[in-house]
């Protein structure tokens, strides 16, 4: 039973920390790794969290619900991340001091 | 067990302070990918409430809000793209 | 290699249904046959977009636990590169160093190229922007929130670590 309140500890320590994360950093770019980092394990402890109570509770429909849900977020994030990454490059967002810029040099934005 | 709803309460706090990023956002990807954390966030709690309450139907909203959430993100990514 | 179109509709049936019947979790004989034609439909329409490989191909025990194993390391890595992530953006002085590298990947087939793009983006710190193909070797461009190489092989190293070499023990 402690094991369900750590396990939330986590998830919420790591959402914490994604959400200053967004709230600080300097550009759109490292703005999406912090938000990457309030899906990933922000999500996943709290969600293991409520997957272990609920077998506990032996309720087996809403625990295969709840492993689905999770399992739905972690497949379907990078796909959403991969996107706007690129989008925000091809719509010429700003970026401060990239160290180095491989992308921009083989693919000039027209 | 009142814990549940504690930390949900928590996640809901994280997610009215990200709405600060979504309204003033210098660029419109800034308030996507903000929006999409809100999103995700909004699903955590009601996942935990719903164990709380031992109500199946808050997990289908859940779902529901998960599937929108990423389809809408993937709709504005590809019409800032150009491709739509 | 491009599989039957029999052979595709029947690997996306099997997907659909397998979920049908996870979310219904009744076992009557009316949800049953609703289930199996709804899915054979999707199947039918959707089939093409799903299945551009052989996906019998994971019918294998030796590939099928290294999948188990695979998702257990990259928990690992993912745990590690959370910490990192949530160091730094709770650090006060903010030290990041964003940079866009190009790194050359070894995995050959569709599905291992996009299983391990996904992995990439989904460890916070690396989000994979474009995948390219130059004389029959595959490249990643990789926006990275600490460049500490700007050679392409040592990055690549430093970024996939052990996840390449599990996706070419699962994929080819």
Known sequence: MYLVYILMAIGLFFAFAGTVGVLRMPDAYCRMQSST???????????????L??????????AIKILF??????VTNPVAGHAICKAAYKRGVKAEKLTCDDYGRDFPNE | MIGFVIVSIL???????????????????????AGDSVDILTVVALVL?????????????ALSIAILGIIGTLLISKYLEGKL | MKPSKFNSILSTFIFCYLFWIIFTWTFTSQELITG??????VAILTSRFFIHEDA???FNPARFLNLVLYIFIFLMELWKANVDVAKRALSPSLPVNPGIVKVPTEVKSEYGLSMLANSITLTPGTITMEITEEDNKNYYYIHWIDVS???????????KGTLENWVRRIWK
Do not use: C, Q, W
């Open chain 3, 149 to 159: 190489e700007k050679d392409r092989t040592k990055a690549g190293e430093a970024i």
């Open chain 1, 69 to 74: 849900i999770a399992v739905f977020i972690i």
């Open chain 3, 56 to 58: 019998n191909y994971l």
């Open chain 1, 53 to 62: 109570y609920a077998i506990y509770l032996k309720n087996t429909g809403m």
């Open chain 3, 36 to 41: 199996a034609i709804v899915s054979l439909l």
């Open chain 2, 11 to 33: 996640y809901i706090i994280l997610a009215i302070a990200l709405l600060y990023r979504v309204f003033k956002g210098p660029h419109a990807v800034d308030r996507v990918v």
């Open chain 2, 49 to 61: 409430f719903s164990v709380y309450s031992g109500r199946g139907i808050y997990l289908d909203i």
């Open chain 1, 37 to 51: 980092n309030i899906a990933t394990l922000g999500t996943l402890g709290a969600l293991l969290g409520a997957f």
